[in-house]
Each structure stands twice: as C-alpha cells, then as structure tokens.
DNA sequence: TATATTTGACCCTA
DNA sequence: TAGGGTCAAATATA
C-alpha cells in the first residue's frame, strides 16, 4: 500500500511508519478475510480475522491521534435515568412509560450535552444521511433568522440509540443548512459504514464522508444482528435514496474527504483524515490505485 | 390505527 | 437568569 501522507504536524516519523505498518496488516487480514468470506479457505476463523482487522486500524489510529496528540471526543450522553429504556418494548409503548405521572413529575430531567463529540455539516440541502430520525422540536435561536430543528434516532428508545441532530438553515446561505450530529448511533442501523457523501457537489473539494473505525460497536458477535442490520439496511436503503450515515465522533471516527477514489463510487473522493482528534488540516492522502478492494468492502460492510 | 410532526411548556446549564 | 435542549399533548399524515 503506498500511502503519501500530508500530517503536517505529524513530525514522529517513527510514529507514523508504524502507522503504516498496521493498515498494511490490516489490509493482510483483510485479504484474509475476503477468501474466507468467499468460502475459499477452511479452517480460518473469520471472526479472529474481523478482530485483527479491526486492531489493525485500531492501532493505526492510535498512532496517528498520538502523533498529533490530542485527545478529545470521548464523550458519551448520559442516558436519561428518568426513563427507564427498555429495549423489548416498542418506541411508543415507551414513550406511554415516559408519559406515566412519575416521569412527567422529572419531565426535562436531562442533561445538556457537553460541546466535544460533534460534526458540523452544511449542505444544500437538509442531509439524508441514511439514519432515521424524528423530529422531536423546533427552536428560535437568539439572534438567527430561522428556527432550528432538533431530531434524534427513531431508534432511542427500542434500542437506545441516542444520537441527534440538529439542522438549521444558515442565515448567509438560505440554501445551505447546517447539519450538527450529536453522539454515536449504536442503533443496528449504523452497521452501514458511517459514510457522508455529498454527492450533490460536483466539486470533490466540496464533498466529504465520514468513516467511523468504532470498533467498540457490535462486529463479530452479533452475526444474527448484522444479518437482520442487512435486512434493516434494505429497507432503509428502500426509505432513504440517498443513504448516506450519520457520523458521529469519536476517538475512533475519521473524516474521509475527496482524495481517496473508491472503485466502487462513481466520483471520487479523497481521504482527508479529519478525526475528531487530528487537526482539521492534517492529511493523509492515500493512493486511490493502491487500496485495496477488500479493505473497501471492508470500510463499507463493517465499520460502524 | 399507527406513526410522525408541531409546538408550548418545562427545566438544566452556562 | 436567559437561552437552549427536551418533553409530551395535540395534531397531521399515511
């Protein structure tokens, strides 16, 4: 794999040979994986593949944010104590529970999210990330023409998934609209990769996606889970045309913008590793002919 | 009928 | 204490 790198504060050479040295394996593993997944080696635990893989990218990164030595975006919402979240139930038959007396005696018992684990969005238009999200209010902002819009995963409460977002139009740019993520979606939705593209702009230096390398998420445990994910993904594919995810930070979560090309997209788009922790101005420029199909597929069935 | 949206109220945090 | 995030009843929509 040849990878040019543009860190630009990232002078531990050191550091990010390593760096390299992972995604390397990582790309081994992956090569590993496919045959396996293709049925063509027996005896090789998949599932140890998948969890080399991950560690791979895992230490990858570590490097590369210890390099650039930050440390933020490992925040997580506290779920609401007030009500009680239970997974077998339905969203309404829950929402029914918070509207019991006692929880309508602690209504607005939240706690307001910390300002770390963001990603801010503007588009053309209002974002269809692939997620879906219901709308849950609408408010004046001091000093903005127009109202902002708050939602959060339809899947809070039938699988605890609190990710949310805030969109709102931005007041220079009528057409552009701001789009705020808030927090992980560890609903199963989110076994798509955490990919935003823009496919919109025609300009790759306007578009950007967003891969999520969290490999806290459900990976080879849940087999039976990303199967019905798959079916949940089709569906929502079916809902959603343009079905792009919703990213979310974490130490782990990388923004990936236009300079890598991925054979399997039309344009291109480039690997511009903006994590939640690297400078938003450190790159890692990948050789689009050197990546290898099989991490994609990776990147794209696996992560996040 | 089920699900999503609207909107005023509530209340936590800066 | 003002502003902002969330709740939840009312309403709209499929």
């Known amino acids: 794999m040849v990878i040019t790198e543009n860190i630009s504060n990232g002078n531990n050479l050191l550091g990010r040979r390593k760096a390299i040295e992972e995604l390397e394996k990582g790309r081994e593993f992956a090569n590993k994986l496919r045959v396996v997944i293709s049925g063509g080696e027996g005896g090789v635990d998949g599932e ?31 779920v609401p104590s007030s009500c009680g979240i239970n997974p077998t139930k339905s969203e309404d038959s829950l929402e029914s529970n918070c509207k019991s007396s006692v929880h309508k005696e602690r209504r607005g018992c939240y706690k307001r999210r910390r300002t770390s684990q963001v990603l801010e969005k503007e588009s053309e238009a209002p974002i269809d990330d692939g997620h879906q999200w219901r709308k849950y209010g609408q408010k004046v902002i001091l000093n903005t023409k127009h109202p902002r819009n708050y939602y959060r995963c339809t899947h809070k409460y039938d699988q605890g998934c609190l990710a949310t977002k805030q969109v709102q139009q ?20 989110n076994l798509n990769p ?29 087999n039976n889970n990303n199967n019905n994910n798959n079916n949940n993904n089709n569906n929502n594919n079916n809902n959603n ?23 399997n997209y039309s344009t291109h788009h480039h690997v511009n590793a903006l994590s939640s922790t690297l400078d938003s101005d450190d790159v890692i420029s990948y050789d689009p002919s050197q990546l290898d199909d099989a991490i994609e597929h990776f990147f794209v069935t696996n992560i996040y």
């Open 170 to 189: 931005v007041e220079d740019e009528p057409t552009l609209y701001k789009t705020t993520y808030y927090g992980n979606h560890t609903c199963r939705n």
């Open 194 to 222: 955490t990919i935003i593209l823009d496919e919109s702009n025609d300009s790759p230096s306007q578009s950007s996606m967003f891969l999520s390398f969290d490999n806290s998420l459900p990976t080879t445990n849940n």
């Open 48 to 78: 140890q593949l998948v969890e080399k893989v991950l560690m791979s990218f895992t230490n990858s990164l570590l490097i590369l944010n210890k390099n650039t030595g930050s440390n933020n975006c490992d925040e997580v919402y506290d």
């Open 241 to 263: 045309n343009n079905n792009n995810n919703v990213p979310s930070c974490s130490s782990n979560d990388y923004m990936i913008s236009s300079e890598l090309t991925f054979d």
